[in-house]
């Protein structure tokens, strides 16, 4: 059985009840990451093929046990060629250098503009040149999400570059249909919608949600980010996104009141429950892929060159954000929305898309294994928490979950600080220092006591333990 380890925030199989998936930030900041890592996780899972999650964590010192205990590891990706994720990247980049195993990136991208201008990425052009020879030092090539990743790559000097778009598109293989089940939208259609912060901020968003708000009655804003989970579960308003008001994500915002939002903790509840609509748009990525991935027509509002490129890639209904009109109605977009291309290609990027497996030496379900009959067989046989709604003052029953789980985690942490405090009084009386010689410091007892007691703690917590 060959096994392989994939950075996924957890596995497809994991069931977290809410309190805990938001405590753990299961979705590593961005519920849209379970899109495609949970698509990688079916895609690579054969008879002979066991893919086990890595929690999402880069630990260097992991490297020997990886090696001892795996036969690869890959790593979905999103827009990871940015500023912000320059040091999740460097230490990336020293895990891969002491690897001994195959190393397969899939569906990375580059961010910046619009207008695909690269100098934005100048001040993390070493960070990406270590990460893309180590990668390539451990692989055949790497995979990128579109044409502007692939051409920034190119032009740092790199040759084996592949575009195969993102792995979440091909969640069923080379089944994907998307149709309009209605001639037009209308006030009564049920409408999705999502947007980033940024979006809100800076690209006019709040007034499409606001308009469409207004027009469409049977309307569900979905929210992707940690803190969306945290102010629909919590009303926790200390995270910096907390000032963007025009999010229904937020408490103060009218939609919010209404119920009518949700954040997705599990992307098989957050597919299916999208079956139901009639039409998604919005400037988030795999909010839209989601949609389509259960058959509903999506259009994206691109906001930058990750967005876009994927969508020219894979043909996805777009309009850029940059140049939509204040009166923005989704029934036009939904009109304008032609699928044809995005059906008619589908085959021809999944044929590529394993070849790009079969070149790195993974094989796929598809055409290796039962087509992932057996992954959606298991997944069906779990229960998954629903979509996380807004915590209003007419849900009072709510009140009980939410008191039970923080009283159960004060417990824990009661727990946790009296192992701390007696092995730090272990440590103090058993390595006390020599004669002649200095004390240790309280503060490196009190991190051996951390690490011993620590690991065992941390092991206990970890899924299927």
Request: hydrophobic share 40%; net charge positive.
């Amino acid at each position: 059985m060959k096994r392989i380890l994939l950075r996924s925030g957890k596995s497809p199989f994991d069931v977290v009840p809410v309190e805990e998936a938001i405590h753990r930030d299961v979705i590593a900041t961005n519920a849209g990451n379970l899109i495609f890592s949970d698509a990688a996780h079916k895609i690579l899972g054969t008879p002979t093929t066991e893919v086990v999650s890595n929690g999402i964590r880069t630990e260097v010192s992991a490297a020997e046990r990886i090696n001892e205990e795996y036969d690869a590891f890959v790593v979905p990706l999103a827009n990871a060629f940015r500023p912000s994720f320059e040091q999740q990247l460097r230490r990336l980049a020293r895990l891969i250098n002491k690897l001994r195993i195959p190393v397969v990136v899939v569906g990375v991208g580059a961010q910046t503009s619009l207008g695909y201008d690269p100098s934005r990425l100048k001040p993390i052009e070493s960070a990406v040149r270590e990460f893309v020879s180590a990668v390539l030092d451990h692989s055949a090539s790497i995979g990128v999400r579109g044409e502007f990743t692939e051409k920034y790559l190119k032009d740092l000097g790199f040759r084996d570059v592949e575009v195969i778009g993102c792995p979440s598109m091909f969640m069923y293989g080379e089944d994907l249909r998307v149709e309009k089940r209605a001639a037009a939208l209308t006030t009564g259609s049920r409408i999705a919608l999502n947007g980033s912060h940024a979006a809100v901020q800076r690209q006019g968003l709040d007034r499409v949600i606001r308009r469409t708000h207004e027009r469409y009655p049977d309307i569900r804003f979905i929210g992707q980010n940690l803190s969306d989970a945290r102010q629909l579960h919590w009303r926790d308003l200390t995270d910096p996104n907390a000032k963007v008001t025009g999010l229904p994500t937020h408490p103060d915002h009218p939609m919010y009141a209404e119920g009518k939002v949700r954040v997705y903790m599990d992307p098989v509840v957050w597919i299916d429950d999208l079956r139901e609509f009639d039409f998604s748009f919005g400037s988030r990525i795999h909010g839209n892929i989601a949609a389509l991935l259960a058959g509903t027509p999506a259009t994206v509002l691109t906001g930058d060159s990750r967005t876009l490129e994927l969508c020219r890639y894979f043909e996805i209904p777009h309009q850029r954000l940059d140049q939509i009109p204040d009166d923005l109605d989704p029934a036009k977009l939904y009109e304008e929305a032609d699928f044809s291309a995005l059906n008619g290609n589908h085959r021809e990027r999944f044929d590529r898309f394993t070849a790009f497996l079969d070149k790195n030496g993974l094989e796929n379900t598809f055409t290796h294994g039962d087509g992932g009959a057996a992954f959606e067989e298991r997944l069906r046989s779990l229960t998954f928490p629903a979509g996380i709604r807004p915590w209003t003052d007419a849900d009072p029953a709510a009140l009980a979950g939410r008191i039970g789980w923080l009283y159960g985690r004060m417990g824990q942490l009661t727990a946790d600080n009296a192992a701390l405090k007696r092995e730090l009084a272990r440590v103090k009386a058993t390595k006390a220092a020599p004669a002649g010689g200095p004390a240790p410091s309280k503060s490196s007892v009190y991190r051996r006591a951390r690490r011993v007691v620590g690991r065992p703690l941390r092991r206990a917590l970890q899924p299927g333990k």
